[in-house]
């Protein structure tokens, strides 16, 4: 018998880690993409995608409007659910590049994310709804969520989306994958996607 599978999927951490730097890569089928991951260690049921509304800076005026239109694609998928959190900035004192000095910056950080998806694992995990785990981010403050998982009986397997610049895992799980070139490559939408409501969205074109 198949065993259940569930992805979680740290959206900041694998957005800097995967496709930041790959615009034509970022128009991602996340349950094609997880499924061809996970191969034949389960059977994939739902993805659960953990990220937050991203503001726009003068250097980039329109990138709410691409994340709006690609959360709305992914919502088509009755087998992904979307989870939000939220960013937030405050002051921190931070080193230059140019000279080396330290000077106070505005920084925006994402809140919830880790603490959403490590509440959805051991809940999971607690009501016997999957079988297998697949984490996908490097952020270590899950494991305690991963040990409660394994606990339970699930078979934790995670991903790390940083594996070109930190090749050790971060998380300590029964298993774990590396996320190759073609699993992005081969797993894009398409470039209009039919929503529930009848209307269409379409890959940005800086996606192109």
């Known amino acids: 018998m198949s065993r259940r599978a ?7 951490n ?3 880690g995967c496709v930041r730097d790959r615009p034509a890569l970022k128009w991602l089928d996340l349950f094609g993409f997880c499924d061809a991951l996970l191969g034949r260690h389960g059977m994939l049921e739902r993805v659960k995608y953990y990220t937050a509304r991203v503001v726009d800076f003068p250097s980039d005026p329109h990138q709410s409007q691409r994340q709006d239109v690609y ?14 959190g939220r960013f937030a900035w405050r002051k921190k004192r931070v080193r230059l590049t140019s000279s080396g000095r330290t000077a106070m910056a505005v920084v925006w950080e994402e809140k919830g994310t880790d603490v959403n998806l490590a509440v959805d694992l051991t809940h999971d995990a607690a009501a016997g709804s999957t079988d ?5 981010s490097n952020d270590s403050d899950l494991q305690r969520a991963v040990d409660r998982a394994r606990s339970y009986g699930v078979e934790v397997v995670a991903a790390n989306p940083h594996h070109r610049t930190t090749p050790r895992p971060s998380l300590a799980t029964n298993l774990n994958l590396s996320i190759r070139l073609w699993h992005l490559r081969d797993r894009q939408l398409a470039d209009e996607v039919s929503l529930p409501s009848g209307a269409v969205v379409r890959r940005p074109v800086e996606w192109s």
């Open 71 to 84: 959360l709305q694609a992914l919502a088509a998928d009755s087998r992904i659910e979307v989870v939000e």
């Open 14 to 16: 694998f957005y800097h």
């Open 132 to 136: 297998v785990a697949l984490v996908i």
């Open 6 to 12: 569930v992805d979680y999927i740290d959206g900041h």
